[in-house]
């Protein structure tokens, strides 16, 4: 169930029986010669997609551009500053709050949206917590498709040590799944990238010139991306129920 | 072409011969009892797309929760403060001109985004202006797609007087033909939503109880919607080419 | 009646009656080679405060600077910044709006103003709207004096195609009527300047070298000018008397 | 010399010989019962006209509103927050930097303002001092109008201890003499308002019930508004020469 | 090797053969019953102490107030808000980098600093990355105490499960150690607090009525704290001459 | 009485009494050959200990880094910009508002942060006008402790014209007495600095090449350090109390 596919009346049905709504974030960055820009958003919505039909939750609209500083070097990548990101994600969440929305399930694409998210949550709640009195009752929480058990094990079974940090086959793969048209299998070289950390845009170009960061996305096919998918939608099913009812 | 579902080396490729970009923005808010929350986005991301394929430009993800305080009162709105979406825009184009972007074509779907993108073009020019010396090259514009000469024509043909301001016939009808699924054909009461201005969204929702405003969307069919969608492509395709080629 | 030659208790005694305020809005740039820096604010402030004296309406201090960053590579202009004049006028709003004020007419005299100020509004509007509950009472609006039927009927009657769009004959003519001693006929080369949009201060210096755009000044004079300004507080008052009182 | 009457061809003209611009700033807020919302403003621009006539320097436009959220409960009072009032200042001083002007004085008519605007100067060097190398040529500095030793010597000598600290006898004087057909000849009950301190508005509505800090303004005439005028502009166009020519 | 008891020559020389800086950082917040507000500021700054004196590091002074807008429901608790907390760490790093220092080691007391400790790393990378070009030299890292891996192995050895997550005995242990004369022996009641999560202020202080998160910081004792500190300076320093030696 | 070094409880318990808190609030800047960098945070810190043991008032952590841009070109000088002070200031103030403080007596050390912390008291209590109604309690005030009638009489006594006003004996001669190990007697050369105003980083160091400004700090010494102090603690102590009960 997609928000932005449904009427006002039928959100405020829903909001009879149901306070929570997945927000699925990702982010708009070069994933290296054969992935796809928009890699972190487009996974981030297909999984929030399938956690919402799966447990019968509404979806909002992905927040497609996130914290991507590091990756401006290289052509197509676009970032909001961390302060920007941090506007949006309150904005979003103050929106719907009114309406009477409490838990937000942020499904999450990408790494360097974890601090500047977490710091919105702050915000967020710093708000409620400098005025003082009862307080709030928006609960926020975070969740990165890509490190739930089901994922990390299934990453280290197909890929092993190359699975590396960005621009990874199981990313890589999982896209391809959601946009068959668009898998690009390759060669890469080398194989696998150099492994590191990065600060800036400049810094991390110099030191992946391709993109990747200890990666080979040359081993990505569409049937891993379906079982990523499948893992990462299971997972995150469940984490949303847990969340959700504690005590079930 | 879109952005998000390129490799950075063809966004590289693409750089050696074009400069422009375009950039869909809608919104999130109610369209009255009949219309999907989302029908602001939908309707100029699939412009967006229709023009670039017309055109050979390339299709930045669309920006998708725009101003839209006055529509917070219906349950499932989402609204950026004004200062959100200027830095959110200021952010992106920022981002693509550091890649050698120059011309930002802003297909719109909302009335209510319109000071606030036009303010974030001034901030970026004021951020060259205050710098002295030569300035920048880039050069941002913002087209509604529903006001087009081919658009106006059309809404005024199929529903004249009812066409409205808010949950207008024509920006449903597009919504219907882009997701026939999601037609919901019904009589409306009244037929034609009252008239008038507003503030906030408090303000908005006691004088339109349904949140049309002046328009019958009741008279929406997926076929007008196929005209209005060729008519929107159309005019902003021969539109995007005279902004970037003055001379042709 | 000026709001900064009365004492409180006389605006104390002015609210029991009236919750109207004129708000005018100019800027300081350059008007070319015979037009004044101060054109915009010196006109937005006489027709507010001749539309103050029609309709019994106080009338704010002016806003004199406003947000004018493409004409910064000229000597002399000044800008505020979009973020910084959306600031000023929320807080003069609100300040007013503390002691009983309603409802704030803008008179503006600057197309430049235009989206920062409407952003502005719906940033006041957006904190109640984000509040929930029963809103604002405040209600705003912006009317440029240099558009209202008469204004643009002379204009036409009087110019032609030689008002062009910055430094028009018509503005220029009306600050000589407000300051004669400072009336600067003169032949300009061009007589008529070149017409074209702009985007950062270099952008439009390059383009409009002594920068007027469209215009011809040189038809400009102060009979004129007396004519320009009647009309446009005959206009505005009307507006002003509609806006308020919607059943009359 | 006031800009704002200029064409940018004079200002160009006057920047080959003269650095310096003359920057009144003021307030519009209560002044007690008999003096005038505007006062502030009124006195710092006809001051800095003066002191510009004086000594040949350009005055720009007034800051007609400023910070004095102390006056926000008595009618008319407008403020402008400190970070709004900071942006201003840096707005237009960066504004009339980029044409030459190197040196700022800021001829003030309010106390409330001297922090903030102390703070907007330390916010430009700060600018220039985080981008590291040679600096800027810029050099801001503020004067209270009310405070040079012959305006306090005049004040000391007419009203003694019943000057006092807002809405004086000094300022209402000088307005008067600028304005007199606002004069308002009035015995005060008190005579003399109460002193203190105060916080926020309420805090200085609720201890200075009609607006007046330690003051007789019933003492203020014209004609000792003249001799206050006179020695202002005597005074600080004797500072303004001096700070301008060190060495002179 | 302190900094704010150093000279600025003193500074100058150090520079010549070392561009690495130690930032303590903390918080000012409730540590339940019997611990110290100050516990986070002061463990923080102290064992970077000790790591600046192990490696001959310099130590810049103590961000005493952090991010804890959790803990305002406590008496003695402060917060800076995360946008607050982002501006404090870019100034202090931007201040530092002018005058040649590369490399800042954060050594954090305190949870709630993480994402926006880490958020503010990315405003500064962004700015070089959004500037194009060669990009910054800077690089920047943030290490929790609490976390090493000997702290680790010793809280577990000293507390198992009763270390909990806030208020816990190591940090206890470790503050009466720095301040034997603070220390505050003391059966708690329930001797383990409960568990949990929280969101604002107000909901902590209803779960956790005392303020302690799953801990029984009744077991600190300072024989412990002495051992916590050797085994997270010894970590820390190692870490920190990796870090800045990466072949080495 | 030190809020780092109690407990929650223990705050709780003082409040029942006494709603005041010192705010010491310092610098870290170059302070000269033979001055720390520490030196305002220090100085401050220790007078306001001193004042709360002489008064019994609680002291909140220091404040360390202030607004001291135009001592950026010193190695190991660190400053926050103005609105970032501001917004620290502002955090502080209303987290130990929250708990019932109402009194906030900063203790300065830095002539610098004047502006600034004067503007933060006016943003916190702009925040009460522009909600209007009754207002907020709380009352800041600032003091320079080197500006007290004692503090003052002593300098000039031990150190006449020499005294300057950066880097002054009387400063330095208080570190040394709270630093003993940190004394460095030095015979400047020129015993006596330069005078002057100052801008920007760049301009300080132009014209005050070792960072004295008008001073000579080789005349300190430790005894007279301790006499300083004792005047400092004597003086503020005194006004902390008639702040607190004004009829006392």
């Known amino acids: 169930m997609q928000l932005h596919l449904q009427t006002w009346p039928a959100i405020e049905h829903y909001l009879r029986d149901n306070r929570t709504v997945i927000m699925p974030i990702g982010s708009t960055e070069q994933h290296g010669p054969n992935g796809l820009l928009g890699t972190d958003a487009i996974t981030a919505e297909a999984v929030a997609r399938g956690v919402g039909e799966a447990t019968g939750t509404l979806v909002a609209p992905v927040i497609a551009v996130g914290m991507a500083q590091h990756h401006l070097a290289f052509p197509g990548s676009m970032a909001l500053r961390p302060g920007t990101l941090i506007a949006v994600i309150r904005d979003c969440v103050e929106s719907l709050a009114l309406h009477?929305?409490?838990r937000f399930f942020f499904i999450n694409g990408h790494g360097g949206n974890v601090a500047s998210t977490t710091a919105a949550f702050s915000e967020i709640y710093a708000a409620a917590s400098f005025?003082?009195?009862?307080?709030?009752?928006?609960?926020c929480t975070l969740r990165n498709w890509y490190e739930t058990p089901g994922v990390a094990a299934l990453s280290r079974e197909l890929y092993g040590e190359q699975e590396g940090s960005h621009a990874t086959p199981s990313?890589?793969?999982?896209t391809w799944y959601l946009h068959p048209d668009r898998a690009m299998p390759m060669n890469l070289d080398p194989p696998?990238?150099?492994?590191?950390?990065?600060t800036d845009a400049a810094d991390l170009r110099r030191n992946f010139p391709d993109g990747r960061i200890g990666s080979n996305p040359g081993l990505a096919t569409i049937e891993h991306g379906k079982r990523i998918y499948d893992a990462a939608v299971h997972d995150l099913s469940r984490e949303l129920r847990r969340w959700t009812c504690p005590s079930s």
Do not use: N
């Open 192 to 198: 696998v990238a150099p492994r590191g950390s990065f």
């Open 171 to 174: 990313e890589v793969a999982l």
């Open 131 to 139: 005025g003082g009195g009862a307080g709030t009752r928006l609960r």
């Open 100 to 102: 009477g929305f409490e």
